[in-house]
């Protein structure tokens, strides 16, 4: 098989004092942190689609990447060359999972029976690439986004037939899934919400979407698909206002259509900040509801708002992210995904080296630091300390739940002196720095 990335060899772990570009400083897959290898906490995922498809290019101007399969005769060789590329990156940079749209892997066709088609032959070669360099797919998931008939929406679409098409296509991308043996399977909303109430009837379209969710449930079901289904939430972008907006929005949609047991989520950092939460926040939030599933570790640009999706880099976001990773027990059967792309101007093949590596550095840093910071137990003292008061006394007895609105009056009456303590904040930041500087 041909050689994709001649110019890079397996990349290694060298320690922090390499100056060495193409190595590791800090993710070494078999060092224990806690009670697992790195590996094993982290479960890095490469996203085919920024990886392999994305051409770099933007509102402006048009693709600028350089890749060695450019030079493929036809939409199929060029898909099979991808694949051997991906496999190839997967080998080098000691990754152990990848997660892919089913249009992104493989072209569409003219027709349905035709992309399903073609989708048959490539994940035929991709199951033998898996085989030969021992891969796993983290998750799998539908493009219901791109190609133009997808204008309205998918399930949430005004036109049925679109329906019928969109449902078609996620029976086709689970079961490639599941012959894969994907751990997840993956709904983002894609263009699921609306531009404008004046032309749309918002809950014909939710309705549709949860029923669009529930025959999902269904048919996994029937064809023993057993993977972890993932909603993945995004405030924007495509539509002015997406259905599945942030992870309280999405918990009040599964619960409102009896779907809360069927779906955890998978929390990307450039969404949570699109909806003005930090990445730790929603991570947080879903690990406090046991519905933490998997991440898509990115990050945006505070000076833009937009989904940038840009390699993670920074330490202080990663640590306090993998705190929560930690604390919910892992992330299995989730991972951690790099649905993140090189910039425009990053067009080298050795970019997409570069940038894996200073985000699988990132999180490796992250997880040291977040494992220490538990186990020194400052911040989780801290916090049971704050609330101690709900462990004793007329606290014990609202958690318990055996007062009401006279008995806490009468205590509320008799009690002339009520003392506060303060919040610490900046002495906890302070904290959370010397870990990471000392580290
Ligand atoms: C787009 C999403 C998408 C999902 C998978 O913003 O991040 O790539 O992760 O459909
Ligand atoms: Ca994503
Ligand atoms: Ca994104």
Not at 182 to 193: H, M
Not at 256 to 271: P, Q, S, T
Request: proline fraction near 3%; aromatic fraction near 12%; charge should be negative.
């Amino acid at each position: 098989m041909r050689e994709y990335f001649p110019n890079v060899a397996k990349v290694k772990f060298e320690g922090r004092d390499s100056k060495n570009l193409f190595a590791f400083k800090y993710y070494n897959p078999d060092e224990v942190v806690g009670d697992k290898t790195m590996k094993e906490h982290l479960r890095y995922t490469l996203s085919y689609w920024h990886t392999l498809t994305g051409g770099g290019s933007d509102p402006f101007g048009s693709a600028t990447m350089l890749r060695p399969w450019d030079d493929a005769e036809t939409s199929i060789e060029m898909a099979k060359q991808r694949l051997e590329a991906s496999f190839e990156l997967m080998d080098k940079l000691d990754i152990e999972y990848f997660a892919f749209h089913d249009r992104d892997i493989a072209p569409e066709g003219k027709t349905l029976a035709e992309s399903n088609a073609i989708l048959d032959e490539i994940i035929d070669y991709c199951e033998e690439l898996m085989k030969k360099y021992d891969k796993k797919l983290l998750w799998g998931t539908a493009n219901l986004f791109s190609n133009p008939r997808f204008v309205h929406g998918a399930s949430t679409s005004c036109n049925a037939d679109i329906f019928a098409f969109s449902a078609a296509q996620i029976k086709k991308a689970m079961e490639i899934t599941k012959r894969l043996g994907g751990k997840n399977y993956v709904f983002w909303g894609g263009r699921e919400g609306y531009e404008t109430l004046l032309n749309t009837d918002m809950k014909l379209e939710q309705d549709n979407l949860a029923r669009l969710l529930k025959m999902s449930v269904d048919y996994a079901k029937e064809i023993g698909f057993e993977g972890q289904f993932l909603i993945e939430p995004k405030p924007k972008e495509p539509t002015k206002h997406q259905y599945d907006f942030d992870v309280a929005t999405v918990m009040g949609f599964l619960k409102n259509y009896g779907l809360d047991k069927d779906f955890k989520v998978n929390i990307e950092a450039n969404h949570a900040t699109l909806a003005q939460h930090t990445f730790q926040h929603e991570v947080h939030l879903a690990r406090i509801n046991g519905i933490l599933g998997s991440l898509d570790v990115n990050q945006g640009d505070p000076m833009l708002g937009w989904d940038t999706d840009q390699f993670p880099t920074n330490i202080y976001d990663a640590v306090l992210v993998m705190y929560e990773v930690l604390k919910n027990g892992g992330i299995q059967p989730g991972g951690l995904n790099f649905d993140a792309k090189v910039r425009r101007a990053s067009f080298e093949p050795e970019d997409l080296f570069l940038a894996y590596i200073a985000g699988m550095d990132t999180f490796a840093k992250g997880l040291q630091i977040a494992q220490k910071l538990l186990d020194g137990e400052e911040l989780e003292t801290f916090v049971k300390e704050r609330y101690s008061s709900y462990t004793e006394g007329i606290g014990a007895q609202i958690v318990e739940g055996s007062v009401g609105f006279k008995e806490l009056e009468a205590y509320a009456l008799g009690n002339t002196e009520i003392v506060n303590k303060s919040g610490r904040q900046e002495m906890l930041e302070g904290l959370v720095n010397q870990y990471i500087y000392n580290s």
